[in-house]
T-cell receptor
Framework: DTGVSQDPRHKITKRGQNVTFRCDPI?????LYWYRQTLGQGPEFLTY????????KSRLLSDRFSAERPKGSFSTLEIQRTEQGDSAMYLC?????????????FGSGTRLTVV | AQKITQTQPGMFVQEKEAVTLDCTYD???????LFWYKQPSSGEMIFLIYQGSYDQQNATEGRYSLNFQKARKSANLVISASQLGDSAMYFCAMREFSGGSNYKLTFGKGTLLTVNP
């Protein structure tokens, strides 16, 4: 296991459709994070899991967004009734513990385009 | 107020020369960490270097060094001997370790570095 995997890499969807993204963290990492990056901006925090528990959700995560991490392994991020403003790069990251100074390991992201 | 400010939207450097990317930050937390990430066109965020607020010496990692000036709240990234593969977006980020959300990274808007041959 060499890194954080995200699938798909790219997704084009019509407005109003539902989409689901998957993230597979590094196997020994029990902490998982989702970030969103819009064009010309740095990534913004969306949500945090410690094992299977979702411990924080940003106010950026409207009720159309839901994230899960069943069994504390992979995670999914679902967006219902997509809007054009949801177009962004969705980045997943994982870490062993929050005190670690080496930052997180990020995946390559899922780029969502809503048309 | 912006917590992380990167004032250079774009920078150009000649191959083999050094370049400094600016970052200033704003926090009242005495315990924090500063990170630099590289994001090539592929999209992945690659960790480069870390500086803790209590670290006495500036961090270095190979060709990367962090010029940490705590009183000025600046954490500039210096890349020595630039290579063509250094062309990418560079993000400065901060974690504030006190409080409940100490896992959150706050990013700046980034600087696009172009290395010219």
């Amino acid at each position: 296991d060499t890194g954080v995997s995200q699938d798909p890499r790219h997704k084009i969807t019509k407005r109003g459709q539902n989409v689901t993204f998957r993230c597979d963290p590094i196997s020994e990492h029990n902490r998982l994070y989702w970030y969103r990056q819009t064009l010309g901006q740095g990534p913004e925090f969306l949500t945090y899991f410690q094992n299977e528990a979702q411990l924080e959700k940003s106010r950026l995560l409207s009720d159309r967004f839901s994230a899960e991490r069943p069994k504390g392994s992979f995670s999914t991020l679902e967006i219902q009734r997509t809007e054009q403003g949801d177009s962004a790069m969705y980045l997943c990251a994982s870490s062993r513990r929050t005190g670690e100074s080496y930052g997180y390991t990020f995946g390559s992201g899922t780029r969502l385009t809503v048309v | 107020a912006q917590k992380i400010t990167q004032t250079q939207p774009g920078m150009f450097v000649q191959e083999k020369e050094a370049v400094t990317l600016d970052c200033t930050y704003d926090t009242s937390d005495p315990s924090y960490g500063l990170f630099w990430y590289k994001q090539p066109s592929s999209g992945e965020m690659i960790f480069l270097i870390y500086q803790g607020s209590y670290d006495q010496q500036n961090a270095t990692e190979g060709r990367y060094s962090l010029n940490f000036q705590k009183a000025r709240k600046s954490a500039n990234l210096v890349i020595s001997a630039s290579q063509l593969g250094d062309s990418a977006m560079y993000f400065c980020a901060m974690r504030e370790f006190s409080g409940g959300s100490n896992y959150k990274l706050t990013f700046g808007k980034g600087t696009l570095l172009t290395v010219n041959p």
